[in-house]
Nanobody
């Protein structure tokens, strides 16, 4: 059974930083492209960043230069370093295999105060 456990969220002031972690079971991160997604209140879940099997990364324009995605094959984990946080980054953040529409975890809440 595929499961993801996200952690590291919290309440932070604008301009602050957080590092999110995601650990998976039942799936090997080393043979799957992985993504970080977020869902703000009243909005659809959206992709924030992804990392390929080979380590190539992509971040959406709204977070480019502020967020960095990384992975650790040995720990079957993926991370999202978030700097210069803005109130509009407030959302529940999830990880998943890129393109997957199932097996969503509980996510981790990130709240950025102005």
């Amino acid at each position: 059974q595929v499961q993801f456990v996200e952690s590291g969220g919290g309440l932070v002031q604008a301009g602050g930083s957080l590092t999110l972690s995601c650990v998976g079971s039942g799936i090997s991160f080393s043979i799957n492209a992985m993504g970080w997604y977020r869902q703000a209140p009243g909005k659809q879940r959206e992709l924030v960043a992804d990392i390929s099997i080979g380590g190539d990364t992509y971040t959406v324009p709204s977070v480019k230069g502020r967020f960095t995605i990384a992975r650790d094959h040995a720990k079957n984990a993926v991370y999202l370093q978030m700097n210069s946080l803005k109130p509009e980054d407030t959302a529940v953040y999830y990880c998943n295999a890129l393109g997957s529409s199932s097996h969503w975890g509980q996510g981790t809440q990130v709240t950025v105060s102005s």
